[in-house]
């Protein structure tokens, strides 16, 4: 960074600094510039802490202007001995700081960010504290590996063993940064530190080492992953704080992950047996969410062995949470089976529990099933599939609970690839047109926004004799969320179809509704009209949709009027010039000097967009 020099700093930047160093300093009547009088009256509270908030976000504005010496002279050992107790302007300072190392002169001078940072990694607020260790975590990265032996360190060292709770829980977050980069003697000096931070009589600080262990286990020798770490893991799991054993599950995945296959099973799994059978409904919870991960770290051994009755368990545990948690991943766990045995574990394990949650008495439980039981389709094949998990998916379409509805509704896609259209509406069409009028908008809207893929998937003819009444009916509904998206549908459907079967089978209907009592039909109209021009093209619009548009420019609601005018706006760059010039800007000039101001508005815009 080229050196800045005082008398190339502009009056305005000047100005700007000494009254960010007032606020600075306000509180404590100095300035570490020179000295300032500061006047008797004070803002109020809240007026100060923005100043000192706008102060903070301003740093590095102050810091390029007083250099980097004068930075690491002044302004740091300022703001380590300046103490805030507005937890806004200390969340601001950590967060600056993380971004320093330019401006206190790069890598070889960042070890002056760490007292003032240390500091805040001691306060009492937890996301101060949380955003201090990552700016630590980011500035450590950037020592050299003198400097990290020189400074880094004995700063963990300190807020390791220091006598409050708040430091110690800091501490937990910076081993892993700085591990891999020290001396054999300073690595043994962090893991004896390490050790004591999960024995410690705090349950806080024996959590944030719960949540750090698996991390600091990725950088710690594999000899001392076992001898040290390990049984450490295995006291954290059987603590007496549940909050602390669940977050040991996570440590699971990392230590599986390092350790060779006899190793998992000799040191992992009887701790995650005894997990998966926690007395504490949310350390089974933490098992179930984190399956996935852990089925891919323990290996398809151990998963034949341990994983699947493990699994069957959670499938069927007496807490909501846990088994919604498991339906979830069931997919995911299918397909992660190894190959030669997963069409019978998924049907002899897996299956029955699936039977049973499908008709479970807490929603949430089957409407997590209900997201990712499509998924296994494609795993089972076409009959198992017919045989075993059509009954499944008609008992979901008919389910009370409208989200479970809204997630079969939203996958069908994986069925239809293989089982077949055929066989698909047979088995699902009946629920879906059931569902097509049901009492819940949204699961409405989802079957609208499907229509496309299946009318696509069906034919043409098909579509006609089954869907089509249906996706008009859509068009008049009283939702306005559903109106819109059938105008949206028929585009699509016209784009799939094309503009011969748009004439013939969807503008007679939306032209018919021109002549509806209800405005807002009316208006629907219009709002097919927009969409179904960009697909018919300027010959289908000008010969049959632009004469309904004009003849509404009459109507007597004023929203229909103004709507007119937009919709001449919207699909004026379809039209031909002769259509423009002779129907559309006449029109224009009509409604330009309408009753109504509105009308007058878009009329007005459509023509200057028009180029009248």
Partial sequence: MPEIKQRDINEDCAKNLASTENNLAEDTNTSFIEEKSVKDRRPPKQ??????????????????????????????????????????????????????????????????????????ATVEETVVRDKAVESLRNISQQHSSADLEQYFVPLVKRLASGDWFTSRTSACGLFGVCYSRLSAPLKAELRNHFRNLCQDDTPMVRRAAASKLGEFAYVVELDYVKSDLIPLWANLAQDEQDSVRLLAVEACVSISELLPQDDIEQYVMPILRQAAEDKSWRVRYMVADKFNEIQKAVGPEITKTDLVPAFQNLLKDCEAEVRAAAAHKVKDFCQNLPTEIQEAVIMNNILPCIKELVADANQHVKSALASVIMGLSPILGKQNTIEHLLPLFLSQLKDECPDVRLNIISNLDCVNEVIGITQLSQSLLPAIVELAEDSKWRVRLAIIEYMPLLAGQLGVEFFDEKLNTLCMTWLVDHVFAIREAATQNLKKLVEKFGSEWAVNTVIPKVLTMSQDQNYLHRMTCLFCINVLAEACGPDITVKYMLPTVLSLANDNVANVRFNVAKTLQRIGPVLDNAALESQVKPCLDKLNNDNDMDVRYFASEALAVLGA
Avoid: M, W
């Fill in 47 to 120: 007026g100060l802490k923005r100043l000192r908030l706008n102060s903070i976000k301003k740093l590095s504005t102050i810091a390029l202007a007083l250099g980097v010496e004068r930075t690491r002279s002044e302004l740091i050992p300022f703001l380590t001995d300046t103490i805030y107790d507005e937890d806004e302007v200390l969340l601001a300072l950590a967060e600056q700081l993380g971004t320093f190392t330019p401006l206190v002169g790069g890598p070889e001078f960042v070890h002056c960010l760490l007292p003032p940072l240390e500091s805040l």
